[in-house]
């Protein structure tokens, strides 16, 4: 695809750029303000259907299982249905129970994932209910699953994932506060949840307007032979993410861990030499999350904290505005787009096809 790079260097840092714009487009039309709910419209699951789900399981591969990982958070908490995210090729090589209470989610950005796909369409030869959370309208995975919501990001061509992983993450939300609402969710948390998805928008482009800072930061941070990134159970898929998409585009070595699993062993690798990304949303781990700060300051290691509020422990403090408890990991993920791009961008990487990977791997 040759879409006009309107004006960027790279289609990274052009995609990275819409997504205050994706993410309006992915709300747009679908929030009831009179009833705090949201529509759907090619979901294809009733109201009586959504009350019977006993589990959801998402499936997807690479930046789209993260993204899963958030959702399943997302369903969890507005919709109180029990929710993981799996890679979807380790699923279909498992002989996987399909359970006809489970409501299973394929996502992908491209559609055409052949991992995904094939899990889709073993667990339809199982009988199950499988809807897609999908990009590319029409693609394969979008015509194989029985109805889902599609991602409306727009063209994504850099390799990488951005925009259309933050929009896949809202789109979730969306989903999350649909099933809630049919469920448990009250007016007032659907209210709460709706209010905080229209900041989004605003401050998605306030986080974009502190890029030189974070270009400072990456050219600081990129003599590293290999990051670690840690966040607690919101903070961890986005620890997922950030890590993932500087491994792919600078080819720096990066880990994620739980920040409450440091001292079960990668505690053991702290010192100058490895920097530490640290997710730290004002949440009710906060505590918590600076006591890992802490100990990671006690072994010298160097600390950049993703947080709402500057971190005493931290050398660097990336703030990001504040959102609902739920909604934070969207945000907080997006400084660590642009510092994976400006990582690899000093280490003259080229951002857009990096080596060894594929825009979509539609054979096994
Ligand atoms: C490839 C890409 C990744 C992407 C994954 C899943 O491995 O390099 O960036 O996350 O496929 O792609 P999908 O189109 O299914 O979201």
New binding site residues.
């Given amino acids: 695809a040759s879409y006009d790079m309107g004006g960027h260097d790279t289609y990274m840092h052009k995609e990275i750029s819409e997504q205050a714009d994706a993410v309006d487009r992915v709300l747009r039309g679908r929030i009831d303000d009179r009833f705090s709910t949201v529509h759907l419209g090619g979901l294809n699951l009733d109201a009586r259907e959504a009350r019977g789900i006993r589990r959801v399981k998402i499936l ?5 299982y993260h993204a899963g990982l958030i959702g399943a958070g997302l369903i969890e908490s507005l919709a109180r249905v029990p929710a993981d995210s799996e890679p979807a090729s380790e699923f279909r090589y498992r002989n996987p129970v399909v359970d006809p209470d489970t409501l299973y989610i394929a ?7 052949y991992d ?1 796909l094939a899990a889709v369409q073993e667990l339809k030869r199982k009988g199950a209910r499988v809807l897609g959370v999908v990009n590319v309208v029409g693609s394969a995975i979008a015509r194989e699953t029985d109805g889902g919501v599609y991602v409306h990001a727009g063209p994504e061509v850099c ?3 951005t925009k259309c992983f933050t929009n896949t993450v809202v789109a979730f939300a969306l989903l999350a506060l649909h099933l809630g609402r049919i469920r448990d969710l009250s007016v007032a948390d659907g209210k709460r949840i709706i209010e905080g998805l229209r900041r989004l928008p605003a401050q998605i482009s306030e986080i974009l307007e502190s890029e030189d800072e974070i270009r400072k930061l990456a050219d600081e941070y990129a003599d590293a032979r290999s990051m670690m990134f840690i966040g607690r159970v919101r903070g961890y898929p986005v620890a997922l993410e950030a890590s993932l998409k500087l491994k ?1 585009i600078s080819y720096i070595h990066a880990e994620a861990y739980p920040a409450s699993e440091l001292k079960h062993g990668p505690l053991a690798l702290i010192e100058p030499a490895l920097p530490t990304v640290a997710i730290v949303p004002d949440d009710e781990l906060l505590e918590k999350n600076r006591a890992a700060l802490e100990e990671i300051k006690a072994r010298s290691g160097r600390i950049l904290a993703v947080a709402h509020q500057e971190q005493e422990k931290a050398d660097h403090t990336i703030l990001v505005p504040k959102n609902e408890d739920e909604l934070d990991p969207i945000l907080m993920g997006i400084p660590l787009q642009l510092f994976a791009y400006h990582t690899a961008l000093s280490l003259g990487r080229d951002i857009d096809k990096p080596r060894n ?5 539609t054979v096994e």
């Fill in positions: 997807g591969c690479g930046t789209s996502v992908s950005q491209s559609g055409e994932t995904v390799v990488v994932s792919e990977l594929a825009k979509s791997v």
